[in-house]
Nanobody, 128 residues
Framework: QVQLVESGGGLVQAGGSLRLSCAAS????????MGWFRQAPGKEREVVAA????????YGPDSVKGRFSISRDNAKNTVYLQMNSLNPEDTAVYYC?????????????????????WGQGVQVTVSS
C-alpha cells in the first residue's frame, strides 16, 4: 500500500518562499506520475503542478507558472514543490498525489480523478 506524507508547510509572508516535500513509501515510486494539488476554503481542489515518472516533463497552470516548480528525486522516493513569490491567494491545504499506473513514462495528469493515492495534506498560509 503506497503512502504519501507531506511536509514543509507553514506560515510565510507575502513574497516569501516555501518548499514542500512528499515522501512516498510502500510502492515503486520511480514508476508513479506525481502531482500537487491545493484546496482553499470554499473552493474546489485544483492542480498546481504535475510531473512524469522520469521527471522529464512537468506541468504548471498559469496561476503559478514562473513561481512554483515541481521536481522529484527517485532515489529518495520524494517529490518537491518549490513555491516562490507567494501571495495570500496561495493560502490553502496542499496535497501530494500519485498515479500509480501511468500510461507512459512521459505522461502527467492534471485531473484529480486521475490520481489514486493522496497524502493527508499540509497547510500553507501566506500573510499579507
Amino acid at each position: 500500500q503506497v503512502q504519501l506524507v507531506e511536509s514543509g508547510g507553514g506560515l510565510v509572508q507575502a513574497g516569501g518562499s516555501l518548499r514542500l516535500s512528499c515522501a512516498a513509501s510502500g510502492g515503486t515510486f520511480s514508476r508513479y506520475a506525481m502531482g500537487w494539488f491545493r484546496q482553499a476554503p470554499g473552493k474546489e481542489r485544483e492542480v498546481v503542478a504535475a510531473i512524469t515518472w522520469s521527471g522529464a516533463n512537468t506541468y504548471g497552470p498559469d496561476s503559478v507558472k514562473g513561481r512554483f516548480s515541481i521536481s522529484r528525486d527517485n532515489a529518495k522516493n520524494t517529490v518537491y514543490l518549490q513555491m516562490n513569490s507567494l501571495n495570500p491567494e496561495d493560502t490553502a491545504v496542499y496535497y501530494c498525489t500519485a498515479n500509480s499506473r501511468p500510461n507512459h513514462r512521459n505522461s502527467y495528469y492534471v485531473a484529480a480523478s486521475s490520481y489514486d493515492v493522496w497524502g493527508q495534506g499540509v497547510q500553507v498560509t501566506v500573510s499579507s
